[in-house]
T-cell receptor
Framework: TQLLEQSPQFLSIQEGENLTVYCNSS?????LQWYRQEPGEGPVLLVT?????EVKKLKRLTFQFGDARKDSSLHITAAQPGDTGLYLC?????????????FGTGTLLAVQP | DSGVTQTPKHLITATGQRVTLRCSPR?????VYWYQQSLDQGLQFLIQ???????AKGNILERFSAQQFPDLHSELNLSSLELGDSALYFC????????????FGDGTRLSIL
């Protein structure tokens, strides 16, 4: 069974602080996606990383895919209250020609003004 | 707006009943995925359809079934409902090809009384 463990599970920080969320697995994924979900809404795609070692930046968010494609991290610089939400990593494995996603356990982030 | 439409937004029913959840994918997307989100299990993959045919199955109960119609919309049927089926049910769609990102609807919140 493929599992994706995220840490930390909960994070409450002050506006302006930096943070890193980790997503780890013992399985190799063909790609990894990061989503943010707010209450009452569906997960919204932030980024897709495909290549081992890949780093992608989205304004204040930096995403990295591990060299072995088993883990990923999300770093937020100078967090803002608008960053508050549930962050989910999700791995895709092309075995069986399906793009089904295995979701991580989630990191609930609260940024206090 | 992800372009994925799910109806209804909320559904309240009783144990033993049957319900149908509907999903319209983004224009041009051939793949539809169904996921269940609960507090204790997180986001779990249920089933995937591609251009009308079942592509992959996850942790979907035998009481649950799905189909994708020629116009590519999909329905998830849940029968003999139990209290434990109360959850958020999400539909996602993606384009053709490997590592295509999935875009999620806002979900249907199912409450079993």
């Amino acid at each position: 069974t493929q599992l994706l463990e995220q840490s930390p599970q909960f994070l409450s920080i002050q506006e302006g602080e930096n943070l890193t969320v980790y997503c780890n697995s013992s399985s190799v994924f063909s790609s990894l996606q990061w989503y943010r979900q707010e209450p009452g809404e569906g997960p919204v795609l932030l980024v897709t990383v495909v290549t081992g070692g890949e780093v992608k930046k989205l304004k204040r968010l930096t995403f990295q895919f591990g060299d072995a494609r088993k883990d990923s991290s999300l770093h937020i610089t100078a967090a803002q209250p608008g960053d508050t939400g549930l962050y989910l990593c999700a791995g895709a494995n092309l075995r069986g020609a399906t793009n089904k996603l295995i979701f991580g356990t989630g990191t609930l982030l609260a940024v206090q003004p | 707006d992800s372009g994925v439409t799910q109806t209804p937004k909320h559904l309240i029913t009783a144990t033993g009943q049957r319900v149908t959840l509907r999903c319209s994918p983004r224009s041009g997307d051939l793949s539809v995925y169904w996921y269940q989100q609960s507090l204790d299990q997180g986001l779990q993959f249920l089933i995937q359809y591609y251009n009308g045919e079942e592509r992959a199955k996850g942790n979907i109960l035998e009481r649950f079934s799905a189909q994708q119609f020629p116009d590519l919309h999909s329905e998830l049927n849940l029968s003999s409902l139990e209290l434990g089926d109360s959850a958020l049910y999400f539909c996602a769609s993606s384009g053709q090809g490997s590592n295509q990102p999935q875009h999620f609807g806002d979900g249907t919140r199912l409450s079993i009384l």
